[in-house]
C-alpha cells in the first residue's frame, strides 16, 4: 500500500502560481508513474502531467509551457509548478503513484482560480 500525501492547493487569481506537492510513502525508485490528474466540474478525469521512474516528463497538451513536474528522491516527493493559472485549471487535483502492486491516489488539493 502507496499512501499519497497532497498539499499546497488554494484560491489565486488568474495569472499567479501554485505549487502542489504530493509525498509518498515509499521510495520514489519503488514508484513506475507518478503524477497528477484533475477533476474539473461537470467533466472528466484529465491527465495533467507525471514523471516516470528515471525522470522523463510529460505533460496534458493544456498545461504544456506552464506547468513543471519535478521530483524530489530524497523526500519522496513529486512537486507540480503551475504558472499562468486560468479559470479552466480550477479543479480538484489528484495525485497518483503507479507500480506493479496497482495504482494509488491521494485525496486531491483544490485550485480554484478566480477574480
Known amino acids: 500500500q502507496v499512501q499519497l500525501v497532497e498539499s499546497g492547493g488554494g484560491l489565486v487569481q488568474p495569472g499567479e502560481s501554485l505549487r502542489l506537492s504530493c509525498t509518498a510513502s515509499i521510495s520514489l525508485f519503488s514508484i513506475d508513474t507518478m503524477g497528477w490528474y484533475r477533476q474539473r466540474p461537470g467533466k472528466q478525469r484529465e491527465m495533467v502531467a507525471f514523471t516516470k521512474r528515471y525522470g522523463s516528463h510529460n505533460y496534458a497538451d493544456s498545461v504544456k509551457g506552464r506547468f513543471t513536474i519535478s521530483r524530489d528522491n530524497v523526500n519522496n516527493t513529486v512537486y507540480l509548478e503551475m504558472n499562468s493559472l486560468t479559470f479552466e485549471d480550477t479543479a480538484l487535483y489528484l495525485c497518483?503513484?503507479?507500480?506493479?502492486?496497482?495504482?494509488?491516489w491521494g485525496q486531491g488539493t483544490q485550485v480554484t482560480v478566480s477574480s
Open positions: 497518483f503513484a503507479d507500480n506493479s502492486r496497482g495504482t494509488y
